[in-house]
C-alpha cells in the first residue's frame, strides 16, 4: 500500500512541475541538410533533446507510430521518392529503412502483441481494417466496415485497447452521424460494433483519440464551433464506449490552433500531450492531466510533428512482464469495459467441453455463475451487479481463463 502511495505521489509531483517520466519522439526537417530528423525529449524540457539524422527526404504526414512492445518508433518515410518504412529503436538509438506497403495516416499499435492496425477506406464507402505484422512482413486484410456507406476517414482519430484487443476509431457514418466504432482485432470472426455519439455540442469533430489501458477510459479532444461555424472552443473528452455519451473534461483555453500529428498519451501518468498554438500564434505543449482534469504548457522544439509517447516500459511492465495477459495467452475478451448493464465476451481459440463461468467481486464473493454452450460469444447480463471491480473467470476442461471487469 504503502508503494502504491508513493507511485501516486510521484505522479501528482510529475504533473505538478510539467515533467513527464518518459520520452517524446518525433520527426522534423533540418533547415540545413534538407533532411528528415528525429528528436527525443522530455515534455516541456528543453534540456533534453537529442537529434538523429536519417536518410529520409520526407514523410507522409499523420503517419507516425510507436510500438511500446519491442520500443520501436515507426513513420512512413520517403527516400528518392520511393515508400520507406523508418524505424527507430527508442533504446538503442539505432534507425532501419524497410520497403514496406505505405501507412494509412490512420494506425495504431496493441502493445501487448507489437501487432499494427490501421484503416484505409475505397470509393465504394467501405473502410478495411489491415494488420501488419512488421517482423514477418505480412499484410492482411481482416475484415471490412460499411455502416451505412462511409466515405473517407477522419485522421487522428483512433486509439487501441490492448487489454482487450480493441480497435477504436471515431468518425461519420453515411448518415452523418458521429460515431465510436470498437474492432476486436483479436477475434477469429470479424466482430466490431457501432455507437452513435451524443456529443456536448451539436457543432464539432472529434480528434487526437487516446486510450488509457489503466483507467480502460477512451479520451479525445473535441473542437466546438456555434451555428455559424464560428470556432468556439476546444476541450479534452471522455467517451463512453457503451452509452455513446461524451462528457467534457476540460477546456484548452487560449488555444484555437492544433499542430496536426502531435497529440499523444503517457500510459504511465494519464497526461494527454498536443502542440498547440496560442492567439499570437506561439507554439507550446499542452500538457493535460486525465486524473485532475487541468493542463500546464511550455517548450516542445522547433517544426517536430509526428509526435508519439515512448510507452515501451509501460508495455514492459504491463504485458510482456507483468501479470497481464500476452498474445499467446489472451484468450478471452470482454467489451464494453467498462460495462453497465451487460457486456459481450468473446472466446478466441475452441474449448472442448462444457463452459463454466463466474464473476467474482473484490471481496472475493461469487456474485455470478453460468454454464455456457461452447459458442465464441456470449452477451451476459449483469444488470443485477453493483459498480465496482470484478474478476470474470472461463472454466473448460483444458484451462482457466481469466479477465478483470470494471462495471461503472
Not at 515533467?19 to 525529449?41: C, H, M, P, T
Amino acid at each position: 500500500m504503502k508503494m502504491k502511495l508513493l507511485f501516486l505521489l510521484a505522479a501528482a509531483l510529475c504533473m505538478n512541475t510539467g515533467r513527464a517520466q518518459i520520452n517524446l519522439i518525433g520527426a522534423a526537417v533540418n533547415q540545413e541538410s534538407g533532411k528528415i530528423d528525429l528528436v527525443k525529449w522530455q515534455a516541456l524540457e528543453p534540456g533534453s533533446i537529442e537529434v538523429f539524422p536519417t536518410a529520409l527526404d520526407g514523410y507522409l504526414l499523420t503517419t507516425s507510430a510507436f510500438n511500446a512492445y519491442n520500443s520501436h518508433y515507426y513513420l512512413n518515410g520517403i527516400i528518392d521518392q520511393s515508400n520507406t518504412l523508418l524505424g527507430f529503436d527508442s533504446q538503442t538509438n539505432t534507425l532501419s529503412y524497410n520497403a514496406f506497403s505505405a501507412f494509412s495516416n490512420i494506425s495504431e499499435i496493441d502493445m501487448s502483441t507489437g501487432l499494427i492496425y490501421t484503416l484505409t477506406s475505397d470509393t465504394e464507402g467501405f473502410i478495411y481494417v489491415e494488420e501488419f505484422n512488421i517482423e514477418a512482413g505480412t499484410d492482411t486484410i481482416i475484415g471490412a466496415i460499411s455502416e451505412p456507406g462511409l466515405m473517407g476517414l477522419v485522421v487522428d482519430a483512433i486509439g487501441f485497447n490492448s487489454n482487450d484487443g480493441v480497435l477504436y476509431y471515431v468518425g461519420p457514418d453515411g448518415n452523418s452521424n458521429y460515431c465510436l466504432f470498437a474492432i476486436a482485432v483479436r477475434s477469429e470472426v470479424f466482430l466490431f460494433e457501432k455507437t452513435i455519439l451524443n456529443l456536448p455540442s451539436p457543432f464539432g469533430n472529434i480528434t487526437s483519440v487516446q486510450y488509457d489501458n489503466v483507467s480502460n477510459t477512451i479520451f479525445a479532444m473535441n473542437a466546438t464551433f456555434d451555428e455559424m461555424g464560428n470556432y468556439t472552443g476546444n476541450y479534452i473528452v471522455d467517451i463512453d464506449g457503451l452509452s455513446g455519451e461524451v462528457s467534457n473534461r476540460g477546456l484548452l483555453a487560449g488555444f484555437p490552433y492544433y499542430l496536426a500529428g502531435s497529440s499523444s498519451y503517457d500510459q504511465n501518468t494519464g497526461n494527454m500531450m498536443v502542440v498547440a498554438f496560442d492567439t499570437a500564434f506561439i507554439q507550446q505543449m499542452i500538457v493535460f492531466s486525465t486524473r485532475t482534469n487541468s493542463f500546464v504548457t511550455g517548450f516542445v522544439p522547433d517544426n517536430v510533428s509526428e509526435i508519439v509517447c515512448d510507452n515501451a516500459r509501460f508495455a514492459q511492465n504491463t504485458y510482456i512482464t507483468g501479470t497481464a495477459k500476452t498474445a499467446a495467452d489472451q484468450s478471452l475478451s470482454i467489451y464494453p469495459n467498462p460495462a453497465h448493464n451487460a457486456f459481450w465476451l468473446s472466446l478466441y481459440s475452441a474449448e472442448d467441453g462444457p463452459l463454466h463461468l463466474s464473476i467474482i467481486d473484490a471481496g472475493g464473493r461469487c456474485v455470478h455463475n453460468e454454464h455456457l454452450n461452447g459458442q465464441q460469444r456470449y452477451s451476459i447480463d449483469v444488470s443485477g451487479l453493483q459498480p465496482g471491480f470484478y474478476l470474470v473467470n472461463m472454466v473448460s476442461q483444458q484451462k482457466t481463463l481469466s479477465s478483470k471487469l470494471i462495471i461503472k
